[in-house]
């Protein structure tokens, strides 16, 4: 199976600031691996899709890039409604497995 | 508008059966992959399993193979998940999920049907 191990696993920070997540693959994942942002309660938001594709309707302050097994998701300006838990997912090969996730907390 | 909406959870004990139902509407369902995705309680998410577009091709994830079988309905834009033998462990939120047509990611998510599980 493919691991996904995102750092941090807690990020301080502050809104304005510029901050960047990092996920990496325990294998080559080419270009298929995609990024969900989760607030308590709710299901998970896509962000990003096939690395570094941007959702409709998501922020242009949201960008990622990255390939094989290394990929970062990055929030070039935080806005208050950033402050939540970030996960990235591959579909390279079954299982499809999900990173531990990222939280993102206001400092 | 996209809508997945599940049902079906609960509390069940150990050894249990239960079955959740996801709802789609608001897109051509016979057209996309369909998956579940489970959250247990503080912890990340985690797939289940995925189908295909006419049934015919599921996929597990270890935990669930063998227990858990999914299944669709495309005549009433209808997905299922049929949960036996449930262990404490199985305890989450699970989320029905729409695959886009072109990669396994999940582009559309219902609110979640929460399952319990007792020893």
């Known amino acids: 199976d493919i691991q996904l191990t995102q750092s941090p696993f807690t990020l301080s920070a502050s809104v304005g600031d510029r901050v960047t997540i990092t996920c990496r693959a325990s294998q080559n994942v080419n270009s298929w691996l995609a990024w969900y942002q989760q607030k308590g309660g709710r299901p998970p938001k896509p962000l990003i899709y096939?690395?570094?594709n941007l959702q409709s309707g998501v922020p242009s302050r949201f960008s990622a890039s990255g390939s094989g097994t290394e990929f970062t998701l990055t929030i070039s300006s935080l806005q208050p409604d950033d402050f939540a838990t970030y996960y990235c997912q591959h579909s390279n090969s079954y299982p499809i497995t999900f990173g531990q996730g990222t939280r993102l907390e206001i400092k | 508008e996209v809508q997945l909406v599940e049902s079906g959870g609960g509390l069940v004990q150990s050894g249990g059966s239960l079955r959740l139902s996801c709802a789609g509407s608001g897109f051509t369902f016979s057209s996309h992959w369909m998956s579940w995705v489970r959250q247990a309680p503080g912890k990340g998410l985690e797939w289940v399993a995925n189908i295909n577009r006419d049934g015919s091709v599921k996929r597990y994830g270890d935990p669930v193979k063998g227990r858990f079988t999914i299944s669709r309905d495309n005549a009433k834009n209808s997905l299922s998940l049929q949960l036996d033998s449930l262990r404490v462990e199985d305890t989450a939120v699970y989320y029905c999920?729409?695959?886009?047509?072109?990669?396994?990611?999940?582009?559309?998510w219902g609110q979640g049907s929460p399952v319990s599980v007792s020893s």
């Open positions: 999920a729409r695959v886009p047509a072109s990669d396994s990611w999940f582009d559309y």
């Open positions: 096939k690395a570094s």
